[in-house]
């Protein structure tokens, strides 16, 4: 976790109050996280409370979550961790999740998550902020562009399940 993000919590940028979730949030992480699954077309059912308040909330939490709040509605949310780009040599963040409720979207929520990022990115020393979007999602690239991001073709890969085991397999065989 960055040194200074607790300090710096909670925020307010353009009207939106963003704060560091904690265990007492993972009903609404478990919203959230739902939100943004079923938007992406990925299942819904993996991200429970528990899991949450264990992986994402807990005192062994590699990640950051921060929560969006506009009025007396959580409406969004942001989950990063550190990253290094060994191109440029600099340290940064990845942004795995940015979220944002379709009621909220346009409404400068997903920018106030970024910006609390950058905010501690850059008293952290990092240089940059790394994320992708679904090839599909043309709304969040629009977006994403005006915010002056650069973006670039890159095809993403991930092992789950059965493939996930049979790379852990391949040490017993060494």
Not at 18 to 46: C, F, K, S
Not at 71 to 82: I, K, P, R
Not at 127 to 137: D, I, P, Q, V
Request: proline letters at 3%; a negative charge; glycine letters at 8%.
């Amino acid at each position: 976790m960055p040194i200074d993000i607790e300090t710096l919590l909670p925020l307010t940028v353009h009207d939106v109050e963003v704060r560091l979730a904690g265990p007492d949030d993972a009903d609404v992480m478990e919203r959230l996280g739902a939100g943004l699954n079923a938007h992406q077309g990925d299942p819904t059912d993996h991200l429970t409370a528990e899991v949450i308040a264990r992986d994402l909330c807990g005192e062994l939490a590699e990640y950051v979550t921060l929560i969006a709040r506009v009025g007396d509605s959580d409406v969004g949310y942001a989950l990063y961790h550190t990253s290094y780009d060994t191109g440029f040599g600099v340290p940064g963040y990845y942004v795995a999740d940015l979220y944002v409720d379709k009621d909220y979207r346009g409404n400068n929520v997903g920018r106030a998550l970024m910006a609390v990022i950058v905010h501690s990115a850059k008293r952290s020393g990092r240089r940059y902020l790394w994320w992708a979007s679904k090839l599909w999602n043309k709304p969040a690239q629009k977006v994403y562009a005006a915010w002056g991001a650069s973006s670039e073709t890159v095809m993403a890969h991930a092992l789950f399940g059965e493939a996930f085991d049979r790379f852990d397999a391949d040490i017993e065989k060494l």
